[in-house]
């Protein structure tokens, strides 16, 4: 049986070449907005930042990550389960303005916005290094 996964993790890759429509400095431009201001998350959330996101694209995203100093760190894509197991495809997804130096994808249960089971496919701009200090 052919992993739903796989064509997900290729199409964020293909996002890379995508027209970008986020700044590399926060806050990025309408229709984003701070997720802190829509639903009762932290400002700051270790080891993935600040997030922003245009409304509309929900759940998917992109949400846009940046630093505590404002840089963009990572795009990142919410694809509820439920949508992988229907084998919905998500194509033409924005993704920042920064090249994209490594993926990460992994399971995430639910959290306020995107309550259900989905997987975070995040688009990284920094080095692993670079990231891992986010966490803090």
Do not use: C
């Not at 829509?38 to 600040?50: A, H, S």
């Not at 197991?85 to 994209?100: N, R, T």
């Amino acid at each position: 049986m052919r992993s739903p996964l796989i064509p997900l993790l290729a199409a964020a890759l293909l996002a890379t070449a995508a027209a970008a429509s986020a700044q590399t400095t926060a806050p990025p431009p309408a229709p984003y907005q701070k997720v802190s201001e829509l639903v009762d998350l932290p400002e700051f959330i270790p080891g993935v930042g600040v997030l922003f996101v245009d409304p509309a694209t929900l759940p998917a995203g992109p949400f846009l990550a940046y630093d505590r100093e404002g840089s963009l760190v990572s795009t990142v894509y919410m694809i509820p389960l439920a949508a992988l197991e229907d084998q919905q495809a998500f194509s033409g997804l924005d993704v920042g303005d920064a090249p994209v130096d490594h993926v990460d994808l992994y399971f995430n249960a639910g959290h306020p916005g995107v309550a259900e089971p989905h997987y975070h496919v995040v688009l990284w701009h920094i080095p692993p290094a670079r990231a891992a200090e986010l966490g803090r």
